[in-house]
């Protein structure tokens, strides 16, 4: 019997046999996602032997025929996408959690509606228009401009005033048109709800007393002191007195700020959960409005603020995953401790525009952080990044050294050296970033199918199917106020009208080149706090890297992962606050 191995024709047979099989993955998971892992598992034969040795040394995998069918997959996942049940046009009314709205043609039935509309109106999706609660001749009325405007015989926009046969109050009425394959309109109302149960949210959110819970209700649903005090049968002055104890309870300082509050508090609590619209409980996060700006080229950039306005600048990264939020007691703490956390979205997450194709990701990224600092005419920040989003802090303080006096990271990447770096990750983390170094030409497709398949789990589970490997992870991520911050952080990357499958692609792909220089020539000090149970940059692959750059300062923390931030956030602000003293 012949020692030798097997002959070429074989090799050549079992090679082709292999493609077609990742071939067959492709098609499955354009037209399900729910596939994907399939795919992943088929996947990582075909591009393992590729990671031998150094990164700079293997080659990238380019196969035509493999990108053709790829490309060819896509076009289903697209068709995928625009035909889910949860698309298109009736994910419009998920982005109005507490405003009665609803959407029709001015026919004779509701096309569909919120929930603050089946709560105010007793609508429901295909009722009967005559369920609305107006007359017959403002319901007439209603009707012929929804038609108008549906059809675009119309002004884009048109709002009408209408009373309500159930309060006898005037609603006010915004028409608009939407894009869909048929004309419609979406109608939205200044009818606010109180839900169902949510005057325990509130007693447990803030410790009211019922009498002032009932205040709130009045406040928030735009009654006059005069009016509460009336229907309380209590004199206005007494309730003066328990709106200043209010105040104090709610850590705000106006009537308005205390609306802003519970309107977010009660954005959260319309939200439809997968366990019976679960109400929120305490540490709910504040509403944080985007702030913008355009520049030169047209480009929008956006970003969020909070803390303490006259504070200490503090530059927060967000990781590709978008996390713009913190957990509400971190968000406060940045207030007490004199803290002004500034929070850049970055290009092609929520709603900063892309960079135009060819664009120098690293630089283009950078330059957008420098373009919002300077907006606010602020300087020499903590740069705080997390993952590989310390090569925009890096670059940004070699490029701006103004901008930045330190960095503090927390779960940070380093530039990777060896194939066994990426075989040390865990398999998602290592199916996304090795398939940005080595086959960048299908990361779109890959990248697509993940959010995808995020979209269809719902991101609570997804996260839980990719960071399934860290206990550490999953412990943190099971807590309700980092939920809460992840959940609604994230969704500048992903909601269930649009993704950022772009954006991350391209993150990722920057993530994986060469960034060693630009971490050497970085001055200012830098301190990294690390996770001793990070998915996706383990503590070996930390303690080999290290000796490259010798003046970062590395340490680790125990039971924490990729999440180390939102695990240990007090610790962070520690060194936050320790560097703003040492420079």
């Not at 049968?233 to 308005?256: C, D, F, M, N, Y």
């Not at 993940?450 to 860290?470: C, E, H, I, P, T």
Request: charged content about 25%; overall charge negative.
């Amino acid at each position: 019997m012949s020692e030798q191995g097997p002959s070429k024709p074989t090799v050549e047979i079992a090679r082709r046999e292999h493609k077609a099989e990742i071939v067959d993955r492709l098609y499955e998971v354009a037209l399900d996602p729910i596939r994907l892992e399939d795919l992943l598992d088929v996947w990582e034969g075909h591009t393992a032997p590729l990671r031998i040795g150094a990164v700079d040394q293997a080659p990238l995998l380019d196969d035509p025929e493999i990108e053709a069918h790829m490309k060819r997959a896509t076009v289903f996942l697209d068709r995928f996408e625009a035909t889910r049940e949860d698309g298109g046009y009736r994910s419009v009314l998920e982005d109005i959690p507490r405003s009665a709205a609803f959407l029709c043609d001015g026919g004779s039935v509701i096309e569909t509606c919120n929930r603050p509309a089946a709560v105010a109106f007793g609508l429901s999706d295909g009722c009967a228009f005559t369920l609305l609660p107006f007359d017959a001749e403002d319901r007439a009325l209603l009707s012929g401009e929804i038609r108008r405007i549906a059809g675009g015989r119309a002004e884009k926009v048109v709002t009408l005033r209408i009373r309500s046969t159930i309060t006898g109050s005037p609603v006010i009425l915004r028409i608009s048109r939407i894009e869909s394959d048929r004309p419609l309109a979406l109608v939205l109302s200044t009818e606010l709800v109180w839900p169902e149960g949510f005057a325990q949210t509130v007693h447990e959110a803030f410790g009211l007393t019922g009498a002032e819970v009932e205040i709130v209700r009045g406040i928030t649903l735009g009654l006059p002191v005069r009016d509460i005090a009336e229907a309380r049968g209590r004199s206005a002055e007494t309730v003066r007195t328990q709106l200043r104890s209010i105040l104090a309870k709610t850590e705000t300082h106006s009537q308005s700020e205390l609306v802003r509050v519970v309107l977010g508090l009660m954005d959260v609590a319309l939200i439809p959960t997968d366990e019976a619209r679960a109400a929120p409980r305490i540490g709910a996060l504040e509403p944080r409005p985007l702030q913008e700006m355009w520049l030169a080229d047209g480009r929008r950039l956006t970003w969020i603020e909070f803390g303490d306005p006259e504070g200490r600048p503090m530059l927060f990264m967000h990781l590709d995953y978008g996390l713009i939020r913190w957990p509400a007691m971190a968000e406060r703490a940045a207030r007490t401790r004199s803290m002004r956390v500034i929070v850049p979205v970055r290009a092609g997450y929520g709603r900063t525009d892309l960079h135009a194709r060819g664009t120098d990701h690293l630089t283009g990224v950078a330059l957008d952080y420098a373009a919002v600092l300077d907006q606010l005419a602020v300087q020499g920040t903590v740069a705080v990044p997390m993952g590989a989003d310390l090569r925009f802090a890096a670059h940004l303080a070699n490029l701006r050294p103004d901008l930045v006096r330190g960095i503090v990271g927390c779960s940070c990447q380093l530039p990777l050296r060896t194939a066994a770096q990426y075989e040390r990750m865990d398999k998602w983390q290592r199916f996304i970033l090795a398939n940005a170094r080595y086959a960048p030409k299908v990361l779109p497709f890959l990248v697509q199918a993940g959010f995808s398949l995020a979209r269809r789990l719902g991101k609570d589970k997804f996260f839980a199917q990719v960071n399934g490997g860290s206990p550490a992870d999953m412990e943190t991520f099971a807590r309700p106020d980092v939920r809460a911050a992840v959940m609604e952080g994230s969704d500048t990357c992903l909601t269930a009208k649009w993704s950022a499958h772009e954006a991350f692609t391209r993150e990722c792909i920057g993530s994986e080149k060469d960034w060693s220089g630009v971490l050497r020539l970085c001055t200012v000090p830098i301190v990294l706090l690390q996770g001793d149970q990070d998915p996706q940059t383990p503590v070996l692959t930390v303690k080999e890297l290290m000796g490259d750059y010798p003046a970062l300062s590395v340490r680790f923390l125990p039971f924490t992962g990729q999440l180390l931030f939102f695990a240990e956030w007090p610790q962070v602000l520690d060194e936050v606050a320790e560097m703003v003293r040492k420079t």
